[in-house]
């Protein structure tokens, strides 16, 4: 119990990590976006300048409030810095309350709800913090700390049980195998979402279709262009298509093992097709169709949406065979 109990206080300090995360990226944010508005306040006062003294009038003038940041010089970003290395705190502090969880429970910690959310927690920010050590990425860090802190205070508050055993089902090979494959796959499909809904922010911005202000939208030039968040996205919705389609297969000899069929319609069965249903007609659709920009990114919001209720709703309302959420 002492380990159990160690574990708990690990996950919220690794929350607060987070949470301390998320403030930085967020100033970090607010700082661009300020650097972009008094950069263009001060063109503007210079050109008001030269025509008063009758010279040249400057076209960027009347450049739109959303041109690009460039011309506000560097910014100081010490805080995203600081946002980063908190992230990584925050992982290792998880990794350890989930290594200490499954040593108290005498099995891999991934059987229910409260693990898989602090598993899947995990893969997500180990997931962000990997892709920044190959590209900057920090302006994910505000919506992906948040989500997971949102994501780490729910495990604690609504989803906490004790450290147990298992069912006679769940105690075997496939636990660790089907079960940690899934948890990858949704880490990694909850970055895959971030990045979208960045994209659609800035495409919408960039066409005139969502009316964002400069004055506080204007970070939005400091991360990648629509195509290239898109491109992000793609690649990494690709790699958990591929991990969740394992996990389907997984499940399905599983399934034959424990209960003698490989498919029977149960609840679990039926939403874990149904977002890769999703997942396949998006990255369909995308490589074949030409289906790319806003309409793409909406159908990753549908599949993370379908995740999710993969996730909590059919744990929490649906009664089958894959009822372990342990509350």
Not at 26 to 47: E, I
Not at 75 to 101: E, F, H, P
Not at 160 to 176: C, D, E, H, I, N
Not at 241 to 258: K, N, Q, S
Request: glycine share 10%.
């Amino acid at each position: 119990m002492e380990l159990a109990n160690l574990s708990v206080l690990l996950v919220w300090g690794a929350a607060t990590a987070l949470a301390v995360a998320l403030v930085a990226f967020a100033v970090d944010l607010s700082r661009l976006s300020g650097a972009k508005v008094d950069a263009r306040d001060a063109t503007r006062s210079r050109d008001k300048v030269a025509v008063g003294a009758g010279g040249p009038v400057d076209a960027s003038a009347d450049a739109p409030a959303d041109a690009p940041a460039a011309a506000a010089g560097p910014v100081n970003r010490r805080l995203a810095g600081v946002g980063m290395s908190v992230t990584w705190l925050a992982a290792a502090l998880l990794l350890i309350a989930i290594v200490l969880r499954g040593i108290a429970a005498g099995r891999t910690p991934w059987a229910n709800m409260y693990e898989f959310a602090l598993v899947g927690t995990f893969v997500a920010v180990a997931v962000f913090a990997g892709v920044n050590t190959r590209r900057d990425v920090r302006f994910l860090g505000a919506f992906v700390t948040g989500i997971s802190v949102l994501f780490l205070v729910l495990a604690q508050q609504q989803f906490f049980v004790a450290a147990t055993g298992v069912q006679p089902a769940l105690q075997k090979y496939w636990l660790v195998i089907h079960v940690g494959v899934a948890i990858c796959a949704t880490g990694i499909f909850t970055v895959a979402f971030v990045t979208s809904v960045l994209q659609l922010l800035r495409d919408g911005r960039d066409n005139g279709s969502v009316m964002l202000g400069s004055r506080h939208w204007g970070w939005l030039d400091h991360t990648l262009t629509p195509s290239a968040l898109e491109s992000l996205s793609f690649r990494l919705n690709s790699v958990a298509f591929v991990l969740w389609t394992f996990t389907l297969i997984g499940g399905a000899i599983w399934a034959e093992d424990a209960w003698g069929r490989y498919w029977g319609w149960d609840p679990k069965e039926v939403w874990t097709f149904i977002p890769w249903v999703v997942y396949a007609a998006y990255l369909h659709a995308r490589t074949t169709r030409g289906w790319s920009g806003t309409r793409a990114a909406w159908f990753v919001v549908a599949g993370y949406a379908c995740v999710l209720f993969n996730f909590t709703g059919v744990n929490l309302i649906f009664n089958g065979k894959h009822s372990y959420s342990g509350l």
